[in-house]
């Protein structure tokens, strides 16, 4: 009898990375697992959820609670909101030239202040006050301001994904976003993992940065924000 196929560690990547390297993250809930609220807003559900995993959700973000899934094509129960919606592109390291950066600092929690305003200002995708703890971020700063970032968010077992790649408006243009790539996936590259990377499908100039960089697309993806009805009963835990 033939045996199913191994599902490829980044098709369900947050729940490969909270069942491996970042298991230590993981809050669970029956079958479910997602990352600490304060952390990162995914949550993981199984390949091909039931009833009982979306009565867990519930219980999870309780009634009217919000949670975001990365990865998931499928639809939530009937009368459940859909907060956004995005199509997105999973793109996987297929030569990248890695290398430290000189001017590139290590951030962590002391820098969150700056990083939550360099966010704020560029919008490169969900950051967190604890989102410094997933792994290497690092950053250029200017005149003492921090300017531009990047650094490591998911990690599924022998990958890692480059994240929250942003550059202030002003300083943008001086190849700061390619540096800061090159530079965290150089920290990756040496552990052993392979980088990866997400980006908006509509993203094009992001996109063809990757791409310029040494990125290859492996599949498109989706991103779902899904609200639990208001009135839901939720199942005693």
């Not at 650094?151 to 800061?180: D, K, Y």
């Amino acid at each position: 009898m033939p045996h199913a196929p191994v599902p490829h560690p980044l098709d369900n990547p947050t729940r490969a990375a909270l069942t491996g390297p970042h298991a230590h993250f993981a809050e669970r809930h029956g079958a479910l697992l997602r990352y600490p609220a304060e952390v990162a807003p995914w949550l993981a559900l199984p390949d091909d959820p039931d009833e009982t995993d979306w009565a867990d959700v519930a219980a999870f973000a309780g009634p009217g609670g919000a949670l975001a899934l990365a990865g998931f094509g499928g639809e939530p129960p009937a009368g459940w909101e859909i907060t956004f919606r995005a199509d997105g592109v999973q793109m996987v390291d297929a030569g990248l030239a890695a290398k430290p950066d000189e001017e590139a600092v290590p951030l962590g929690p002391a820098d969150v202040p700056d990083i939550l305003d360099l966010v704020e200002r560029t919008r490169p995708g969900p950051f967190l006050t604890r989102t410094v703890e997933l792994g290497t971020y690092l950053g250029i700063r200017r005149g003492g301001t921090l300017v531009a970032m990047a650094g490591e968010r998911m990690r599924p077992p022998g990958w890692t994904e480059i994240s929250a790649v942003c550059t202030a408006p002003e300083f943008r243009g001086q190849g700061l976003a390619a540096r800061l790539i090159l530079a965290v996936a150089d920290g990756i590259k040496a552990r052993g993992d392979t980088p990866f990377l997400h980006a908006a499908a509509d993203n094009t100039n992001a996109v063809r940065l990757y791409e310029s960089l040494g990125f290859r697309l492996r599949r498109p993806t989706k991103f779902l924000g899904v609200r639990v009805p208001a009135g839901a009963v939720v199942p005693a835990g």
